[in-house]
């Protein structure tokens, strides 16, 4: 499939299309724990599988799990049956422990199951892209240095964050070229922590790290999308300086402000809040905020509906329908 005229399809096309970024309720369908899906590739593809099987997304995606990186560089992870993985400690503290650090090998971890989950879906869903993920390079350093250090840090030591960040990116160079060999289509770049940033910090310390992945995988076959779900608007040029093909922003964004600022040629994906409304709404109002983004953003042709970041397990069925419902009814009307 060759994603720059796929998304160059979707913008000269009227109609929408959703690809909200979602696994969990897959997980749930396929009568899997969470735990299962983050440690076992297949039970991971078979509960992306039972979404695409279900619903009329137009891309699968994969599960956003920020401590699968983290694990390969040797962070502890504390694993639920119910709730996302989580790194229970910090790993490197000075430039010392920084300089000492390894750049772990694809066959560290957990990185062969989620290899085997993206080659399954590659291999099984057609007609549609599948887009893999990963962590961006400043929140996997936040990951391994503890983000409330990282963020004095940037300041009080920035060569020690510098040559963690460039450790980071070496690896996630060498994983994201792995997942592309999968067969994918793409990759979801999460880079939440940097949206806690200035637009100049994003830049220095975020950007120049992400446009380094950008360039290494991204070609007619294969597109990066940049998720900052911590962005309001004030890292948003930060952001575009890395060149991805598609950005994906939280529902903290203003998506006209988020169209109004992206360039027309790039997708923009958001941004429906996936906690307070689709776990914790009720289906009646997971239709009106819906049908009302959609409405906002009707005269924007490269807007693609989406949760603002990853749909959490246990958010009920019902208003998932409900969201699809309230697409599919934008698109005949």
């Known amino acids: 499939m060759k994603m720059k005229q796929w998304i160059a399809g979707i913008i000269e096309n009227p109609q929408r299309i959703a690809i909200p970024i979602m696994t969990h309720p897959g ?34 995606t994969v599960i956003m799990d920020l401590t699968v990186e983290a694990e390969a560089f040797g962070c502890a992870i504390n694993f639920s049956k119910d709730e ?62 503890d983000m ?13 964050i510098h040559l963690l960040l460039q450790k980071c990116t070496q690896f996630l160079i060498d994983y994201t ?48 999308v940049l998720h900052n779900c911590g962005n309001t608007g004030q890292c948003t040029d930060a952001m575009l300086q890395t060149g991805a093909w598609a950005y994906h922003f939280g529902n903290a964004m203003d998506m006209t402000l988020a169209l109004d600022t992206c360039p027309a040629n790039a997708l923009v994906m958001g941004n429906l809040d996936p906690v307070g409304l689709f776990k914790m709404s009720t289906p009646g109002q997971v239709k009106k905020v819906t049908l009302d983004l959609l409405q906002r953003t009707a005269k924007y042709r490269n807007f693609v509906l989406s949760s603002g970041c990853d749909i959490p397990p246990h958010t009920p069925i019902e208003n998932i329908d409900a969201f699809y419902e309230a697409f599919m009814s934008f698109r005949t009307e």
């Open 148 to 160: 409330t250090e990282i963020m004095i840090a940037i300041y009080t030591e920035p060569d020690t």
């Open 84 to 145: 996302v993985p989580t790194v229970s400690k910090r790993l490197v503290n000075n430039m010392e422990e920084v300089q000492q650090l390894a750049v772990p090998t694809l066959s560290t971890g957990r990185i062969p199951q989620y290899l085997h989950a993206n080659r399954s879906a590659a291999g099984s869903i057609a007609g549609k892209p599948v887009l893999s993920g990963c962590i961006g390079p400043y929140s996997l350093a936040g990951r391994l240095f």
């Open 177 to 224: 070229k792995a997942l592309k060999a999968t067969g994918v289509n793409g990759v979801l770049v999460a880079e939440p922590a940097a949206g806690l940033l200035s637009n100049e910090d994003c830049l220095g310390f975020s950007s120049v790290y992400v446009k380094q992945m950008v360039e290494a995988v991204q070609d007619d076959q294969f597109m990066v």
């Open 27 to 60: 997980i749930e369908m396929t009568g899997k724990t969470v735990e299962d899906a983050v440690t076992d590739g297949q039970v991971h593809f078979e509960a992306i599988k039972a979404l695409n099987d279900r619903y009329p997304s137009a891309a699968s």
